[in-house]
Nanobody, 119 residues
Framework: QVQLVESGGGLVQAGGSLRLSCAAS????????IGWFRQAPGKEREFVAS????????AYADSAKGRFSISRHSAKNTVYLQMNSLKPEDTAVYYC????????????WGQGTQVTVSS
């Protein structure tokens, strides 16, 4: 069982940066692939970025490429999402989620953190 808690959201002007954190409890955290997702008001949840359990492979949505960077610090049981050059369309609730390698479904979700980008 893994419990995930996001933090680091807030209000930022367009062009600014934020770093989101996904802190996990549970001894098996480092065996999970972790993804970041977001959901804007009135829209479906969408994939943002992911990182494998080893940190050796990452993936990004087209909207995040070149601006966002995902990383993990295994000793701290934490995954980060560094977001630069933020745009108003990045405004959403951001969630981190965990899944077992080889399984498509993310089974563990955090409660989300709000990111608001003003123009």
């Amino acid at each position: 069982q893994v419990q995930l808690v996001e933090s680091g959201g807030g209000l930022v002007q367009a062009g600014g940066s934020l770093r989101l954190s996904c802190a996990a409890s549970g001894r098996t955290f480092n065996s999970y692939n972790i993804g970041w997702f977001r959901q804007a008001p009135g829209k479906e949840r969408e994939f943002v970025a992911s990182i494998t359990w080893s940190g050796g492979s990452t993936a990004y949505a087209d909207s995040a490429k070149g601006r966002f960077s995902i990383s993990r610090h295994s000793a701290k049981n934490t995954v980060y999402l560094q977001m630069n050059s933020l745009k108003p369309e990045d405004t959403a609730v951001y969630y981190c989620a965990g899944r077992v390698p080889g399984v498509d479904k993310y089974n563990y979700w955090g409660q989300g953190t709000q990111v608001t980008v003003s123009s």
